[in-house]
């Protein structure tokens, strides 16, 4: 038996690496550096390594490898993009990350224990959760060009593991930030045991954990169909978990209501782009010819998604389970892109997720500043004339109500229109209709946020607009132009979207 040495592309991997890399420097400073110096140390690193990261994806944009990793790895253009997406989404989360109000004071301690008191007491800081941010972010960008099995399952449990972790890092209401984390943990579990009952039926149908041996394998019709089936079947569950499809959602609104807001803002938004980008990537290379067996399904879990997120977020008082369930309607509005099955399809659901992440951490960034004296305040009733209040913070969350409502002059009645059309255009009439509906449904609920905020008399009950630091106002600057920007002149991304926008079989 001869041993063959591994073939790496270096310049490909370097984003990884240089992430991963960053976050084990993390490791090294929590356990050697002084206490006081960690979060400066910690921001320090975090940021230049998902820089230096972005510097380095930008440098092999127009590389192309079917196998920069001995067959383990693809890189190609919709790789870049959804790559860079994540990076650039990451970057502006680790500056709402920074703002360490957020987090607790000692993550190990029993919430209300003699323990956490002395660590409020001695105003103790949480910086664990910078390398565990680098330790996601690197499971995300391997995530989208996985072109086997077993390194997709890798990626989705280092993307997952850190996730789990820093839910139950909340501050304040300990005790719903752990059992988010805890519902999240289980259920993540459970869809990762789907997932890989998903692999073994597809290494049985195909006798390959490849997804150009598996596409093979459909094409030449040599496997059994029922293992082809049951294989899509759990492997879809486990990918639909992580973006909260219907009906696997069930640990959407707790564990964004539980989970610090930050933690919040940065999951709904790169994990969707790291998710859908897989999703893409298996259906459109992997399973495309195997649509008429898979495509009735999916166009039924995209339906009831929509309506299903749309309709029970309106009766939502609750500001963080509202946009829970917005994300979940949100994630029926990709799917259509995915169903579609065309190059339109592929640039609208890039757009998307890079449009619908910025609106999304933005939003999650306004959430912060509104507080009394016990914390956050998301219960929209105290919302209430904040217009009136600071005109600003309420016109910038207005802003990104009206994107995810995909009102015209946003960056996200651009991205409903793209996917709406790529919809259209691959014949997937009902998926339309339903996207329609659901969006105006969705309306309904933004706008009566909208209304509340401006039109309703403040209610005095200690509900307070703070004065962000700079790098949450950073956060939100930035995510708001965007967002603002993409609305009004959004041709120069989607072209630069279309150029790159493709996938290597």
């Known amino acids: 038996m001869t041993f063959e040495a591994p073939v790496l592309h270096y310049s490909i991997l370097a984003p990884i690496l240089i992430v991963l890399g960053g976050a084990l420097v993390g490791v090294l400073i929590e356990a050697f550096a002084p206490r006081a110096s960690r979060r400066s140390s910690q921001l320090f690193v975090t940021v230049a390594s998902l820089v230096i990261a972005l510097a380095a994806l930008l440098r092999v944009r127009n590389q192309v490898s079917v196998s920069a990793a001995m067959g383990s790895v693809s890189f190609d253009g919709a790789g870049f993009l959804l790559q860079a997406s994540i990076l650039i989404i990451a970057i502006l989360s680790v500056f709402l990350i920074a703002d360490q109000e957020n987090f607790t004071a000692l993550a190990a301690a029993v919430p209300g224990s003699e323990e956490e008191r002395h660590s409020l007491q001695a105003d103790l ?3 664990e959760v910078y390398p565990l941010t680098l330790f996601a972010v690197a499971g995300m960008l391997l995530f989208p ?4 099995l077993i390194t997709l399952f890798v990626a989705l449990e280092m993307l997952s593991l850190p996730l789990y972790l820093m839910a139950g890092l909340s501050r304040r209401r300990r005790l719903m930030s752990q059992e988010s984390a805890l519902k999240y943990f289980l259920l993540g579990a459970f869809s990762s045991a789907f997932f890989l009952f998903g692999i073994a039926y597809l290494y049985g149908y195909s006798a390959s954990i490849t997804f150009s041996g ?3 394998s459909i094409v030449g019709g040599s496997g059994n169909d029922v293992f082809l ?3 899509i079947a759990f492997i879809s569950v486990g990918l639909l978990f992580k973006v909260g499809a219907v009906p696997f959602h069930a640990w959407t609104p707790d564990v964004y209501q539980g989970a610090p807001t930050a933690v919040t803002g940065f999951m709904a938004a790169a994990t969707k782009v790291a998710a859908f980008g897989a999703i893409l990537r298996i259906y459109y290379v992997t399973f495309a010819n ?3 067996q ?3 399904a999916l166009v039924l879990i995209a339906i009831i998604t929509m309506v299903f997120g749309s309709v029970v977020a309106i009766s939502q ?7 829970a369930y917005s994300s979940i309607a949100h994630a029926g509005f990709l799917l259509s ?11 609208a659901s890039i757009f998307y997720l890079f449009a619908y992440g910025i609106a999304t951490l933005g939003a999650f960034a306004v959430v912060t500043l509104i507080r009394d004296s016990a914390g956050e305040v998301t219960d929209l009733n105290r919302w209430s004339g904040l217009g009136k209040r600071s005109p600003l913070t309420a016109s910038v969350f207005a802003l990104f109500l009206l994107a995810f409502a995909g009102i015209p002059l946003t960056s996200g009645f651009i991205g409903k229109f793209s996917i709406f059309s790529a919809a259209y255009e691959s014949g997937n009439t009902s998926l339309l209709i339903a996207g329609v509906l659901s969006s105006a449904i969705a309306a309904f609920f933004y706008i009566r946020v909208i209304v509340l905020m401006f039109f309703k008399d403040s209610v005095e009950d200690g509900t307070s607009v703070v004065i962000p630091s700079a790098l949450t106002t950073t956060t939100i600057a930035i995510t708001s132009a965007v967002t603002l920007i993409l609305g009004i002149y959004p041709a120069p991304l989607i072209n630069f979207i279309a150029t790159f926008a493709t996938f290597v079989r």
């Open 294 to 296: 898979w495509k009735p």
């Open 317 to 323: 008082r609750d500001v963080k389970r509202m946009l």
């Open 145 to 148: 060009i996985s072109s086997d």
């Open 337 to 347: 892109g995915v169903i579609a099955l065309s190059k339109s399809g592929l640039e």
């Open 290 to 292: 195997a649509q008429w």
């Open 229 to 231: 089936l049951l294989g």
């Open 214 to 216: 598996i596409q093979a």
């Open 125 to 127: 800081r949480v910086t």
